[in-house]
């Protein structure tokens, strides 16, 4: 266990449906990030929070919405979703922001857009 | 644009032989590189870092090197057991040391044969 957890593990959801994704981690880190893990693609960097604001945006669109309350929570909310948004979504999160911090993962959620 | 990628989608190796997992990035600026494992079914594990001011740095049963002048990363595996079983990424980050998150290859899968 990496001290990352996320729910649901898996989730299946239509194009209308509002859901989210939760994230927590309980190594005391302060940076806290999403990312998209599609088939036969590479990880996709989608948002970057450190203590809490928000600090990068990789041009995701708006139908993901994050949400960080405190430094051990993230929050991923999603509604009219497509197809193409399936994927796995894994969070992570890192003492600090910056060169040579290591990043955890957790085991991420499996997402199927119908 | 800037990439990190893998030469080999597929590498299988005999139990007990040693492995041998290459990488090429292309940002000349990013200082600081590390290698994930995945398992089916899992997020990414952490394995071992490397900065650029080494060429070199050993684990328990693995080594990374760096061959900066070919922009080239390896992932050498000591005496290979079925536990090894799993895709490798490598990742880089840039010298920016802001709110960068990972970039990653696509991944290599480690098939260990009895």
């Known amino acids: 266990e990496t001290g990352v957890t996320q729910t649901p593990r898996h989730l299946v959801m239509g194009m209308t449906n509002k859901k989210s994704l939760k994230c927590e981690q309980h190594l005391g880190h302060n940076a806290m990030y999403w990312y998209k893990q599609s088939a036969k693609k590479p990880l996709e960097l989608m948002f970057v929070?450190?203590?809490?604001?928000?600090?990068e945006n990789n041009s995701v669109p708006s139908r993901f919405s994050p949400e960080c309350p405190n430094s051990s929570h993230l929050f991923l909310h999603l509604h009219t979703l497509q197809p193409e948004d399936s994927a796995l979504y894994l969070c992570?999160?890192?003492?600090?922001?910056?060169?040579?911090?290591?990043?955890?993962f957790g085991p991420g959620t499996r997402l199927l857009v119908l | 644009g800037e990439s990190v990628g893998l030469h080999l989608p597929t590498l299988s190796v005999q139990e007990g032989d040693n492995s041998i997992i290459n990488c090429a990035y292309s940002?000349?600026?990013?200082?600081?590189f590390i290698w994930y494992k995945q398992e089916s079914g899992k997020g990414p594990q952490f394995i071992i870092d490397?900065?650029?001011?080494?060429d070199k740095r050993q684990g328990q049963r693995v080594t990374v090197l760096l061959n900066k002048t070919v922009k080239h990363l390896s992932l050498q595996i000591a005496a290979t057991q079925p536990g090894d079983s799993a895709v490798y990424f490598c990742?880089?980050?840039?010298?920016?040391?802001?709110?960068?998150?990972?970039?990653f290859g696509k991944g290599t899968h480690l098939i260990i044969q009895p």
């Open positions: 929070y450190n203590f809490k604001e928000q600090t």
């Open positions: 940002n000349s600026a990013s200082d600081y």
């Open positions: 490397i900065r650029s001011n080494m």
């Open positions: 992570a999160s890192s003492q600090h922001l910056g060169v040579g911090e290591t990043q955890y």
């Open positions: 990742a880089e980050r840039g010298s920016g040391g802001g709110a960068d998150g990972l970039t």
